[in-house]
């Protein structure tokens, strides 16, 4: 294989972060050479190009795995621990509201006798 060619194959391979017009002129220039038929030349540029969005997804995966491990081993919450939180927050808030909407008892006040409540003993203070 000559080197043009290598490094036409290795762009399909892992340099995805080379545009489609560049893949394009070194597929013309092993047109050019003798190196790939006229014919083949659309459908390796297809095939290159569809090779290195395979590789972009796979690196990308890797990264994301990677930054995934590195901030749960940093104790970084995630998204699913914020949203928890934030829906124990709004229960909480919620009967913090409906504790203030009800009469509070002063200290020196003494709850009502529940009219349900057993009559008292002798020895039984209230």
Same mark, same amino acid.
């Given at each position: 294989?000559?080197? *043009? $060619?290598? #490094?036409? $194959?290795?762009?399909?391979?892992?340099?995805? =972060?080379?545009?489609?017009?560049k893949i394009e002129?070194?597929?013309?220039?092993? =047109?050019? @050479?003798?190196? *790939? /038929?006229?014919?083949?030349?659309?459908? $390796?540029?297809? @095939? *290159?190009l569809e090779r290195g969005e395979e590789e972009q997804g796979q690196l990308k995966r890797?990264?994301?795995?990677?930054? #995934? @491990?590195?901030?749960?081993? /940093?104790?970084? /919450? &995630?998204?699913?621990? =914020? /949203? &928890? *939180?934030?829906?124990r927050i709004t229960v909480l808030e919620q009967k913090l509201a409906e504790l203030r909407q009800t009469p509070q008892l002063h200290p020196d006040e003494s709850p009502a006798p529940s009219e349900d409540a057993p009559p008292l003993k002798g020895n039984e203070i209230e």
């Amino acid at each position: 294989m000559s080197d *043009l $060619f290598k #490094k036409a $194959f290795s762009l399909g391979l892992g340099l995805t =972060v080379v545009s489609k017009e560049k893949i394009e002129k070194t597929v013309e220039d092993l =047109v050019e @050479r003798g190196k *790939l /038929a006229p014919g083949e030349s659309k459908a $390796f540029v297809d @095939r *290159l190009l569809e090779r290195g969005e395979e590789e972009q997804g796979q690196l990308k995966r890797v990264i994301q795995e990677q930054v #995934k @491990r590195v901030l749960q081993e /940093a104790g970084v /919450a &995630s998204q699913n621990d =914020v /949203a &928890s *939180l934030e829906q124990r927050i709004t229960v909480l808030e919620q009967k913090l509201a409906e504790l203030r909407q009800t009469p509070q008892l002063h200290p020196d006040e003494s709850p009502a006798p529940s009219e349900d409540a057993p009559p008292l003993k002798g020895n039984e203070i209230e």
